[in-house]
């Protein structure tokens, strides 16, 4: 059972979950990238880490979430600096948009 299906049929793992979160915090605010996240809370890929991070965010009280969204903006602006400096220009338009992506994902949180 995946562990998306585990959470839909039987009852929350806060402390696991919390855990994963908790750690993710923990390592982006230390600047970890999110490759690297995924490796330690034991996800397949970056972006599962990031929602593992986005999701823990969501869960903190308003003040900390504003100051962890504003500090993963500040990365994603220079991600997108880089980005608009070194893509290859038929890459540059998907590579923006997943930016935007994670952007919007993170406020929705």
């Known amino acids: 059972m995946t562990r998306q299906a585990a959470k839909a049929s039987g009852p929350p793992q806060p402390d696991s979950d919390a855990s ?5 915090i923990t390592l982006r605010t230390s600047g970890e990238s999110f490759a690297s996240i995924a490796k330690t809370i034991g996800v397949g890929r970056s972006l599962e880490a990031f929602g593992v991070f ?5 869960l903190r009280p308003a003040a900390e979430q504003t100051r962890l969204r504003a500090e993963e903006n500040v990365r ?4 997108e600096r880089r980005t ?3 893509a290859d220009p038929k890459d540059l338009d998907r590579k923006l948009a997943s930016i935007r992506k994670l952007r919007e994902r993170l406020t929705a949180s």
């Open 20 to 24: 994963a979160g908790d750690q993710a």
């Open 76 to 79: 994603l602006d220079r991600l």
């Open 54 to 58: 986005v999701d823990a965010v969501s």
């Open 84 to 86: 608009r400096r070194s």
